[in-house]
């Protein structure tokens, strides 16, 4: 993969059936967390912390009552970016050859969050808690994907500010 | 018929001032983020320029937290869950008077 371009309104990059396959699987995973997050799963629960943070720091009854309001919701649309980050991969996966995603604005937006979540549910596996913390020694291959989605990241905001 | 009531100014609240608000949007500082999405969100969600937006920014990745917005808190509860919804880590507090 060697990064989005603009063509018109949309943003274009070209993948190989691995890479497409590798992001698949990342997105239906966290896709898989956020169902069993909606389900009351406590174990999802507790890997979802990054991802819904407390919207109050020092008043646990306004968190509380954020929360009750707030978190359906919003893990609902963030299982809409993850769905829309794995869609237009499908494709990709299926052919034999590298094959162009085409993506709208919203689609983009869609898949820097999705990209964003990722990273944040690596991190906490990786045990990443402070600047400077690069996840060597987690499990094999996760601070390479963490840092390839950390890339594909900063190449869609570089790709969506680009002068038009 | 009926007559108007009689009102007790003492009484009436008035809405408050921009100046006296007392909530506000906090962003903080996480390892994760990059530094180029977290301004890049800044532009897009409050409308800011990019001098302005990259100070924040910086000042969220220098002191841990910088302040985003501050109003009625159901406007700061808005801002807030859009941060989430683009994975920053953010928070409503009252402002300290």
């Known amino acids: 993969m060697r990064g989005f371009v603009a063509e018109g309104e949309r943003y274009r990059a070209i993948l190989e059936p691995a890479e497409a396959r590798i992001l698949i699987s990342l997105g239906e995973q966290l896709s898989q967390l956020y169902a069993d997050g909606l389900a009351g799963d406590p174990l999802a629960e507790q890997a979802l912390t990054r991802v819904l943070p407390d919207a109050y720091r020092d008043d646990e009854e306004a968190a509380a009552e954020w929360r009750e309001l707030s978190r359906r919701g919003l893990i609902e649309r963030k299982a809409g970016f993850a769905a829309a980050f794995t869609e237009p991969l499908r494709a990709v996966a299926d052919s034999t050859t590298p094959t162009a995603v085409t993506l709208t604005e919203g689609g983009a937006i869609d898949w820097m969050r999705a990209i964003g979540d990722l990273r944040l549910i690596l991190a906490e596996r990786l045990g990443i808690v402070v600047d400077g913390d690069e996840g060597q020694g987690g499990p094999e291959g996760a601070a390479e994907l963490y840092a390839w989605l950390a890339w594909m990241q900063d190449d869609l905001v570089r790709v969506l500010d680009a002068p038009r | ?97």
């Not at chain 2, 009436?12 to 001032?17: I, K, R, T």
């Not at chain 2, 500082?29 to 969600?45: C, K, T």
């Not at chain 2, 100070?55 to 509860?77: C, I, K, P, S």
């Open chain 2, 1 to 97: 018929m009926t007559t108007a009531p009689t009102l007790d100014a003492s009484r009436v609240e008035l809405p408050l001032h921009a100046a006296e608000v007392p909530w506000r949007t906090v962003v903080w500082n996480d390892p994760v983020n990059l530094m180029s999405y977290v301004s890049w969100v800044f532009r897009r969600h409050f409308g800011f320029d990019q001098p302005t937006a990259e100070r924040l920014m910086m000042q969220v990745h220098t002191d841990g937290r910088a302040v985003l917005a501050e109003g009625n808190r159901e406007q700061m509860e808005r801002h807030v869950e859009a941060m989430h919804e683009y994975g920053l880590w953010a928070t409503v507090e009252k402002v300290e008077r």
